[in-house]
């Protein structure tokens, strides 16, 4: 599926200072039913947003006017567990567009790339950096590029840069997917399966 | 592989593609909006399991959402040509559990699905992982998917189990070392003579769980025990095809100089029947050990908090003696005839604890048959137990098979996270024999007691 070229990024950030931060808790099963991809930001962390009888729990981030933006920073170890897309579909379309974790479990990682969220791995004092930040000043900033690959914390001006491989970094600045890359492929898949012994 | 992109991943031929209900039909939808095509169909494999019923399989699913998820399966299979194995058909099942019982997982192939627990198939020394919707739709269109190359883990476990310690305990045993993220960014090949003499339902048990400390995947060299599991099987190589195939698959071992970026060694004798407590998979322990203090272990303090608070557990309790209000024996991770076989051994004579809701899923129709053919039904009745229909069930309870809030469940499946089994449901993992014993006595006890 399309999306949006991501080049560079400025907002301010929504807290999530929790580690291991699970696909089941991004999405919960329950809410994996639908066959097309829409409405998935509707349930994102439904648990541990809405209370069982869907009011909203008030000590949740998300149900917290003065944090908003278009970039979710987690602890360390953000999505693990299950392969399932429909997490990386949900925080897109709540509208994030980019995670800041200082570890990414790596299905989630290679998710988040291919619908069209960067997820930029810092170091741990630089989250640390980033969470104080966002203590002192809810609105604080943080502008993301891509084609630097450096997140700097704008209030403070403090700066690190992340690592991207030079394809995948190439694909979302351009809006491209692999599936393009792989259809321009195909006699050569198709000369490599003739070949197999499975 | 077929690539090798410079400062990118690498492009890689998929032998065997195994799709559920659940993360495939958005990758359909994706080659209908780009009217592509299926490349390879007979190279793909549907099953019904995510999402299904275990009991009333007969009738129609009640849940229009999930009955129209059955339903796109079944259509988009039946559009593009591919196997598909639905709801009452014999051969229907978890995924990980029907594709090595019908031959379909052979060693040295690469094995992938929309499913993280794909890992399971690395038991028969295959290179096997989950992945993602966009990648099921480039499977699906090109064969391929594109990955970068992951290190290599070792973890040797060599000496002799201890009374009642199954494959279960050594995984979660590995776990709860290595830590949740421990793997992450690794393949890991398990070795030692521990894994050398488990059958291949303990190898996949531990596969299985590989991707819960981070790995992509987990393998086992294929040997003996390998081949003649696979000997038979409906679509495994016959004839001459076996041959060819048995020579292929002897060469698959790890060269005595491999290297490692990293490497772990356990003693079998240091392992005991194992049972979580908190809520990730790492968070597991001795069953007779007392619940860790934050301040012994690595990671957050916070964390660590709000994990027992949602548990209800205090720092420093023993576990055993603890209530259980539910018990479930299934999964791609212990939905095995071997797991019921182990189930059985402590039910039998004993009966179910009154107050104990307990759900008996076998992964697949044939280990259901399995289950009557050897008396283990029987037994089962006998204590007062019902068996219900195939299925992955309350492992991720999508369907109706839901822990409710608070309640605690002892359950053979692979994750304890927050809400996993339910919304507000409690997951003690463990072994088919810890679950057993929980089931007869209704709290957490030591089946080394029982046995």
Redo the contacts between chains.
Sequence with gaps: ?AYDKFTKLTSSAVPL????V?T??II???F??????KGFGDNLFR?WRYN?DETPKQDFVLNNPIYAGKILVG???FG???????A?WAIYDYGFRCVVSS?????FK??AI??GILPVQVSEPFLEQIFQAIEADPKAELTVDLDAQTITINATGAVESFDI????KHNLLNGF???D???A??E??KA??TA??? | M??K?????D?F?I??HFIHE??S??AF??LE??G?DV??PDRTFATAD??TPTINQHLPVA?P??A??LL?LETNSAKYGISHWGLGNPKNGIVHVVGPENGIT?P??TIVC???H?STHGAFGAIAF??????V??VL????????K?KKMRINVNGVLGKAVTPKDVTLFIIAQLT??GA??YFVEYAGDVFENMSMEGRMTVCNMS?EM?A?GGMIAPDETTFNYIKGKEKAPKGDAWDK?LA?WKTLHTDAAAQFDKEYSFDAADIEPMITYGT?PGMGMGISKSIPKATDLE??V??YA?SLKYMGFEESEPMIGKKVDFVFIGSCTNGRIEDFRAFASIVKGRKKADHVTAWIVPGSHIVEAQIREEGIYDILTEAGFLLRQPGCSAC???NDD?IP?GKYAVSTSN?N????QG??SRTLLASPLVAAAAAVTGVVTDPRELL
Aim: charge should be negative; charged fraction near 25%; include cysteine.
């Design positions: 599926m200072p929790i580690e291991n699970d089941d808790q919960p099963a329950r994996l039913k639908a066959t097309e991809r648990d069982n602890g360390k170890n693990s567990g299950s392969s399932r897309e429909h990386a570890f990414f479990a790596d299905i290679g998710n291919n619908v491989n030079g394809y995948k997917d692999d599936i890359y792989l259809q492929m195909k050569e898949i490599f399966a197999k012994a499975y | 077929i690539r992109i410079e400062d990118g991943p492009v031929f032998d065997r659940v993360t039909p958005v939808l994706g909006t780009r592509i490349m390879f995510h999402n849940d959402l999930s129209n998820q796109a052979q040295g192939m929309g499913d993280s794909t989950g992945i993602g919707t966009s990648e739709e480039m269109s090109s064969q391929c998917i594109m990955q970068p992951p949740t993220a992450t960014g991707i981070g992509r195939a292929y990730n990671g957050g916070a964390t709000k991720l309870a999508m839901k809030a994750r996270f927050e809400g996993r919304p507000g």
